[in-house]
């Protein structure tokens, strides 16, 4: 894949990943799981590190390291008309920026790229915050663009938490 150091891609690529990250934002806020899915590949992976340096996920401690399988186990666990965690449910803001493109395979229009997120979630009277950077991989498809992976480093990883994280950030 050929990197982006000069920032050689196109506008409209640009602007393609930029609309891609945001729709997603929109679509987890929304609670919108059949629409979500779907946005990553057949072999698509969520990972969310212990630690900033961690260069692969299997067969080692993560906060999520989920497939497909996995992502739609957690979505009706807590879709579920009785999961106690979700009484009340909660409320989510994504907002997502700094859209950078590392690098676009030219062949297949692949692309890596990293950008910086801030999440708010009420619930229960209180809110919490979460900040920190996004790194996708992602497949170009007929359909658009398709999660490959997506990493996703939090600032204060090895903060306290009062009850787990029960979405995706």
């Not at 590949?41 to 212990?50: C, E, I």
Request: glycine residues 6%.
């Amino acid at each position: 894949m050929a990197g982006n150091a000069n920032g050689a891609v196109s506008a409209e690529t640009q602007r393609a990943v930029e609309q891609f990250l945001y729709r997603q934002a929109e679509v987890l806020d929304e609670r919108r799981w059949d629409d979500w899915l779907p946005l990553f590949t057949d072999d698509g992976l969520y990972w969310m590190p212990v630690s900033e340096d961690q260069d692969h996920g299997e067969g080692v401690p993560n906060i999520f390291y989920e497939d497909a399988f996995l992502m739609d186990m957690r979505i009706k666990r807590i879709s579920h008309p009785r999961a106690h965690s979700q009484r009340p449910p909660n409320r989510m803001s994504h907002v997502v920026s700094n859209v950078v493109i590392d690098a676009e395979d030219p062949e297949t229009g692949d692309i890596v790229a990293r950008s910086r997120f801030h999440v708010s979630e009420y619930r229960n009277d209180e809110m919490r915050h979460f900040a920190g950077k996004y790194r996708h991989e992602l497949a170009r498809t007929d359909g658009g663009y398709r999660i490959r992976l997506q990493r996703v480093d939090l600032v204060n990883v090895e903060g306290p938490w009062e009850y787990v994280l029960q979405y995706w950030l």
